[in-house]
């Protein structure tokens, strides 16, 4: 008599989205960089979306304040806190002077 083996499926379990996040900066006011932070805002937030894997956290975006100060970025703040809080993984920016301009 023959014996018959039930094979179970393997249940593929996904590893969890990456949250990403963006920041952005300007440091002057003029309509010129104006355009340049908000396309800089949706093309974040364009990428962030469509990347698999990856779970929108959110654009941060500081105009018109200077990168040598970090006390007076509000945007800025507002990430690195949600970056000790867990709601973050990744950010993306344009260049590692948006943190700072000394860095």
């Known amino acids: 008599m023959r014996k018959i083996e039930k094979i179970e499926a393997k249940q593929h379990i996904l590893?969890?989205?990456?949250?990403?996040?963006?920041?952005?900066?300007?440091?002057?006011?003029?309509?010129?960089?104006?355009?340049?932070l908000s396309a800089q805002v949706s093309y974040y937030s364009e990428l962030i979306q469509k990347h698999p894997g990856w779970e929108y956290a959110g654009v941060y975006a500081d105009y018109?304040?200077?990168?040598?100060?970090?006390?007076?970025?509000?945007?800025?703040?507002?990430?690195?806190a949600d970056c000790e809080g867990g709601k973050i993984d990744i950010i993306l920016t344009k260049s590692i002077s948006r943190f700072a301009r000394n860095t």
Do not use: C, N, W
């Open 15 to 36: 590893p969890p989205a990456k949250k990403v996040a963006a920041y952005a900066r300007v440091s002057k006011e003029t309509e010129r960089l104006q355009h340049s």
């Open 64 to 80: 018109g304040i200077t990168g040598t100060l970090t006390d007076k970025r509000d945007e800025f703040q507002r990430m690195i």
